[in-house]
């Protein structure tokens, strides 16, 4: 709309205006469809995540997002940092109770558009598989907590497989899974493979094969962050 004052025109759009029973003001797309807002927490709400894989879908719009907010995880079609996506509709969306999701990786070399895995770790040190097309949860691992008590921070697929990965902790271990093997009873027992300067690789001591494959014990601290070289 043109305001107008003094005679003179103007050419000024207004994205705003005042009337007895409040203000109306013009919102983006982004603004007002997106998820209702979670208080934060600086002692125990965990920093979003964001994951991204393309299904190669025929409509020529195969990318899909992935995202954690507070104990909520979503999973959209995404169109670009140049449109908003319609966060109203969620093609799957889970509200965990009693852990938050921590983090996430899709595996881009089994993903299609009737199927995705995507791997997600949690704040009380478990980590599940699940399909957020079809709405499937396959598998929970360190269910029991028996390999690693503390929080999860980063979990990655090993480029090239499309039944490994590796997953970070808190308490500076990390830990190669194979998504066929089950998680024991009790807890693991470790053989020394090999060791360096402020590193060591324990294998886990089983007659049948079992979860976790190999340990990493990495420096004094927690490990935030891993990723692998581009050549994998």
């Given amino acids: 709309m043109a305001a107008e004052g003094g005679g003179k025109e103007t050419n000024e759009i207004k994205t705003q205006f005042t009337t007895r029973e409040g203000v109306y003001k013009l919102l983006t797309h982004s603004e007002y469809s997106r998820p209702n807002r979670v ?3 600086s002692q125990g709400s965990n920093p979003v995540r964001v994951s991204f894989v393309n299904v190669n879908d025929q409509s020529g ?6 995202f954690n907010v507070g104990r ?21 969306k889970r509200l965990y109770k009693g852990t938050q999701p921590t983090c996430h990786d899709f595996n881009p070399l089994t993903a299609t558009a009737e199927s995705v895995s995507l791997l997600v770790g949690f704040s009380a040190g478990q980590v599940q598989l699940i399909d957020p097309i079809k709405k499937e949860t396959s ?4 269910e029991e907590r028996l390999i690693d008590k503390s929080r999860v921070t980063c979990v990655r697929w090993v480029p090239g497989s499309e039944s ?66 581009p050549d994998g």
């Fill in 139 to 142: 598998k929970l691992f360190n």
């Fill in 61 to 66: 719009n195969g990318d899909r997002i992935c």
């Fill in 39 to 41: 208080p934060f927490n």
């Fill in 164 to 229: 490994l990965f590796l997953v970070a902790h808190s308490s500076g271990s990390m830990y190669l899974y194979n998504v066929e093997n089950t998680c024991g009873t009790a807890a693991p027992h470790y053989q020394l493979l090999k060791q360096g300067d402020n590193y060591a690789v324990h294998t886990c001591k089983s007659k049948s094969g079992r979860n976790p494959l190999l340990r990493w014990t990495v420096g004094d601290g927690a490990l935030n962050e891993f990723a692998f070289s």
């Fill in 72 to 92: 909520e995880l979503y999973f959209y079609i995404y169109k670009g940092v140049r449109k908003a996506a319609d966060l109203s509709k969620p093609i799957d």
